[in-house]
């Protein structure tokens, strides 16, 4: 199975809403990576997972919370967005070696608009 | 900290041979990836270079230079199906760096 799925595939919160974005994956790798995209921009890069632990977080503000639940999940809980984080939110994962990195399976992502 | 350029755009018609060039810059080197996103769709691996050389994968290529922080994607008998955005990527770190993209706009 090659295949990283994300639920929702679209959501529309409002700025006072909680909610949260899914991704799993059943391709036995142990880093799994959140990017967020913009409109004909490339993918910018949130946060790192490695073995199930945060490794990477890239200055990103607290209203975005990550979690990895288990080796296959990996959720991304939001809180108090503001509309400048509409965006396309992208799961990734790959191998942990130093040498994985460089090739991710990408899940089709969530079209996130905020209101 | 690390930079790509890439070119914006490019046109070419059905069964031509399109290359695209990268050039980096980054203070430590670990190889250097092609990605390809159709439009509404989720990134493609391609390839990857650590060594210099050229590596082919069917109908595409890819070549690194590391003395002249260069690399290329050559795509040949285009078909219609190849009109997407194509990023060169730097990795390093655990994570990767995308280049702006490439358009590649492949006409009848």
């Known amino acids: 199975d090659t295949e990283v799925t994300q639920t929702p595939k679209h959501l529309v919160m409002g700025m006072t809403n909680k909610k949260s974005l899914k991704c799993e994956q059943h391709m036995g790798h142990r880093a799994m990576y959140w990017y967020k995209q913009k409109a004909k921009k490339p993918p910018e890069l949130m946060f790192v997972?490695?073995?199930?632990?945060?490794?990477i977080n890239e200055s990103v503000p607290s209203r975005f919370s990550p979690e990895c639940p288990n080796s296959s999940l990996l959720n991304l809980h939001l809180h108090a967005l503001q509309p400048e984080d509409s965006a396309l939110y992208l799961c990734?994962?790959?191998?942990?070696?130093?040498?994985?990195?460089?090739?991710?399976?990408f899940g089709p992502g969530t079209r996130l608009t905020v209101t | 900290g690390q930079s790509l350029e890439q070119p914006s755009e490019v046109t070419a018609v059905e069964g031509a041979i399109v290359q695209i060039n990268c050039t980096y810059q980054?203070?430590?080197?670990?190889?250097l990836s092609w990605y390809q996103q159709h439009d509404g769709g989720a990134p493609t691996f391609l390839s990857y270079?650590?060594?210099?050389g050229l590596e082919e994968t069917g109908r595409f290529s890819s070549f690194l230079s590391r003395s002249d922080s260069y690399g290329y994607l050559l795509l040949q008998e285009l078909q219609m199906k190849d009109s997407a955005s194509y990023f060169c990527?730097?990795?390093?770190?655990?994570?990767?760096?995308f280049g702006a993209g490439t358009t590649v706009t492949v006409r009848a």
């Open positions: 990734a994962s790959s191998g942990a070696g130093p040498a994985d990195v460089y090739e991710q399976y």
């Open positions: 980054t203070s430590g080197f670990y190889g």
């Open positions: 990527v730097l990795g390093g770190d655990y994570k990767l760096s």
């Open positions: 270079n650590a060594l210099d």
């Open positions: 997972y490695s073995y199930e632990k945060l490794s």
